[in-house]
């Protein structure tokens, strides 16, 4: 285990930490805590976003100076009262004081956090092919590592750039060449960052959202923290829960669950024996619906993970506009402004979030007690004409509201334009927008299975808040739940189950939200999360990437997740509160700070089960990860290759330690053998097999795994991949003129070759043997000798 690797890390992150404290605070300084644990997502997108546009021209030391450049100087602005400075007096500027205790208990979660994710990498830190994206997400790394200026050289898809969100990857190789720490740890490193940043971004805004609702804010943070980072969905509680039922009812309930699932019958009974930390990412037919602890666990370094700490800024960002009064005009536009950043970055690192960003932002200003329009010029003029009228009033602030949203929305595609017209632009599969049929919807028993801890959360919280409204007596009452049972029935008639269980929330959220005696930024998350969940039950992105919905599931549920699990604190804190107000008896003070009585048991029991019903995932899972076999404890990401494919590993470990830059290598494709070679089909992605030369070095290939077809087109790949096989068994003259064509200078001959292409002709003048081990030969092109 290279613990003087994690110390490394530590002292960097504090840093980054230290650095980042006075922008954090003063971009937040209206919040509780004044933003301490959002201090790292500040610095990341402070140090990355300069790298990333200097990079264009110079990725390498100049790019590193310039982000860490940058993000010195805009902490030590952040810090400077200007006022003060032409007086002559150089001091913090008001409201920066940074609030010590804040950060003490911000940094303890990062440290638990980061150090439980540097375990759990440690006793498995493959970047396997199998499982998941870890091959894509290393080559990416790697290709970084290697580049002289960006974007990066496509290891799968040599002579092009790549067609991926790599902005997480990039933050990445930054830390490594400030740690001096080599991709292969670079990569466990990384991913156990990026869950401490998201674990601490979410105790923060659940402790600021809690305090801000009058309900204890470390008891709060913490919740959050635990939703975020450990909590899972009710798939393994409910069958634990469904072994304690009577026999004649057990099988009748598998199979009512197993109906619109993915699961059959008797996975659906299979106790904690047959327990695997896989299933419970796998519930409603033909979607991947992960949550975090799930995600680490598997090990991708992938975009829809590091993006999740910056939609946490980003929703950070709409808190602080919320609580922002409405003559601090200029600290409002601050932050429509910062969040513009935050959105052009998360272009770059996940574009799929981007959407959830600005509609973070959209529901943050549409719903603060300021009025939008006072954000721009003619404020007087607006507020003549809206008069005394209510529906001007409204008309105005929704009108306000998108022109504020646009304009950030427009100006942060500006700022992400050199990715979007490079990296996304043209070439690829088409992708389009459709609408969901009824029997691709989620059914009731998989959405309550993935989201019924928050739903039952949520539920009663609506019930805690209409209650505590004036003028809701038993009439209204009444209508609320006549209301929800007419749109069951219709739900069920529809197969439409989310328009029961999840657009109530999006209705009298907003309904709180626009007509409360005091509305909270807890129920803007909800309504956040909710919408999300809505919108993939309406519509969904039809890709190469998955069939069906399932891409757009997959990636919108991660951020369902950290939306939804950093407001469950506060709600919950807001219970236990609650719950210790109507107590009778007093009780000492315990450690989170909990005043009163004895605490109410219907409260309290309510979040002990919610804590313990999505907490049994986490303990067999992690237990499972603990005691499985395996070699040693490292957090070398490519070790693997020494321990399973010793056969290949020395030349691996050859061509990334020994070539320089970025050759073009020949290697055979990753995707299923060529028509034009033998009619034996095998798919070889998600499998060794599948380019281990090119995805753990770095180094590019002329065609590597088929999701090429998603970046390229079809033609373009399946052209390269013929190519391909002809360099290897074409005639003489048919393979020189490809290698001159492609630029190959290395000719690689592998177990996968010789399986795919059986005895392949290397004894020809313009081929040089350079490297001989295991059952892998390295020949160099000599291009003077082609003919």
Not at 6 to 15: D, G, I, M, Y
Not at 298 to 317: E, K, Q, S
Not at 643 to 667: C, F, K, Y
Request: without cysteine; proline residues 4%; aromatic residues 10%.
């Amino acid at each position: 285990m290279e613990y003087a690797l994690v110390v490394r890390w530590l002292l960097l992150f504090a840093a980054l930490w230290a650095v980042g404290l006075p922008l954090s605070a003063r971009l937040f300084r209206r919040l509780p805590g004044r933003g301490a644990g959002l201090a790292l997502p500040v610095s990341l997108v402070a140090l990355t976003l300069p790298a990333y546009y200097v990079g264009h021209l110079s990725f390498g030391p100049v790019a590193l100076v310039a982000g860490v450049g940058t993000l010195l100087v805009a902490s030590a602005v952040a810090g400077l009262d200007f006022g003060a400075l032409r007086r002559g007096d150089r001091r913090l500027a008001p409201g920066l004081d940074i609030d010590r205790r804040a950060v003490a208990d911000a940094a303890a979660v990062f440290l638990v956090a980061f150090l439980f994710a540097v375990a759990l990498r440690a006793l498995d830190p493959a970047v396997h092919a199998g499982g998941g994206e870890k091959f894509l997400d290393f080559g990416l790394l790697q290709s970084l590592a290697r580049a002289s200026v960006l974007p990066p050289e496509d290891m799968w898809f040599a002579g092009e750039p790549v067609r991926y969100y790599y902005g997480g990857h990039l933050a990445s190789i930054l830390l490594a060449r400030l740690t001096a720490t080599d991709p292969s740890f670079a990569y466990n490193l990384a991913l156990a960052g990026f869950f401490g940043v998201l674990v601490t971004a979410a105790f923060e805004l659940g402790r600021g959202v809690a305090t801000a609702a009058g309900a204890n804010g470390r008891l709060g943070g913490l919740l959050s923290a635990f939703f975020v980072g450990f909590a899972s969905n009710l798939v393994t509680a409910g069958r634990f829960l469904l072994a304690a039922l009577p026999e004649g009812l057990r099988r009748p309930v598998a199979r009512a669950v197993a109906e619109r699932s993915q699961y059959t019958v008797e996975q659906v009974l299979a106790g904690a024996s047959n327990f695997s930390y896989w299933s419970a990412s796998r519930v409603i037919p033909g979607t991947i619906n992960e949550f975090p602890l799930f995600a680490w666990l598997n090990g991708d370094l992938h975009a829809h993970m590091m993006g999740t700490p910056f939609l946490l800024l980003a929703a950070g960002l709409a808190f602080a506009y919320f609580r922002t009064p409405e003559e601090a005009v200029g600290e409002r536009r601050r932050l429509v402004a910062a969040t513009t950043l935050v959105g052009a970055f998360q272009v770059v690192v996940d574009t799929w979030s981007v959407p959830s960003v600005f509609g973070v932002l959209f529901l943050g200003i549409v719903f603060a007690p300021a009025r939008p329009w006072t954000l721009f010029p003619g404020r007087e003029r607006v507020r003549s004409a809206v008069g005394g009228s209510a529906v001007a009033g409204e008309l105005a602030r929704l009108g306000g509201t998108v022109a504020a949203v646009g304009l950030a929305g427009v100006a942060a595609t500006v700022l992400a334009s050199p990715f979007l017209f490079g990296a996304v632009a043209g070439g690829g599969s088409a992708r389009t927008v459709e609408l969901l049929s009824p029997d691709q919807r989620s059914g009731f028993g998989a959405l309550a299975l993935v989201h019924g801890a928050f739903l039952a959360a949520f539920a009663g919280y609506y019930v805690r808040r209409l209650g505590a409204q004036d003028g809701l007596g038993g009439r209204e009452w009444a209508v609320l739940v006549g209301s929800f049972a007419a749109l069951t029935v219709v739900a069920a008639a529809q197969s439409f189950a989310a328009l029961a269980l999840v657009a109530p929330l999006v209705a009298v959220g907003w309904v709180l939200l626009r007509f409360a005696d005091d509305p909270r930024f807890e129920t803007v998350l909800v309504v956040a999360g909710a919408g999300l969940v809505m919108l993939v039950e309406l519509v969904y992105v039809n890709e190469q990437a998955g069939p069906g919905r399932m891409n757009t599931v997959f990636k919108t549920y991660m951020q369902v997740w950290v939306l939804w699990g950093s407001v469950m604190g506060a709600v919950l804190a807001g219970f236990v509160g609650d719950a210790v107000a109507a107590s009778d008896v007093s009780l000492p003070r315990v450690d989170l700070g909990v005043r009163g009585g004895a605490v109410s048991a219907v409260g309290v029991g309510f979040v002990v089960l919610l804590v313990a019903s999505t907490s049994v995932y986490g303990g067999l899972a992690v237990t499972e990860h603990t005691g499985s076999a395996r070699e040693e404890a490292t957090l070398d990401a490519t070790a693997f290759a020494d321990w399973r494919h010793e056969n290949e590993s020395t030349a691996i470990a050859w061509l990334d330690e020994t070539v320089e830059g970025n050759p073009t290598m020949l290697t055979a494709p990753g995707t299923k053998w060529s028509e034009a070679v033998t009619d034996k089909r095998e798919d070889v992605m998600y499998d060794w097999r599948g380019n281990p030369e090119s995805s753990l070095t770095g180094v590019p290939t002329v065609a590597g795994w088929a999701h090429e077809v998603g970046y390229r087109g079809p033609d373009a790949y399946y052209d390269r991949v013929r190519d391909v096989d002809a360099m290897y068994v074409g005639n003489e003259s048919t393979r020189a003129r490809l290698v001159e064509r492609y630029d190959v200078q290395y000719v690689w001959v592998g177990p996968g070759e010789r399986a795919r292409y059986g005895e392949i002709e290397t004894d020809v003048a313009w081929l040089t043997p350079v490297h001989r081990s295991g059952s892998v030969a390295v020949y160099e092109v000599e291009e003077a000798r082609l003919p």
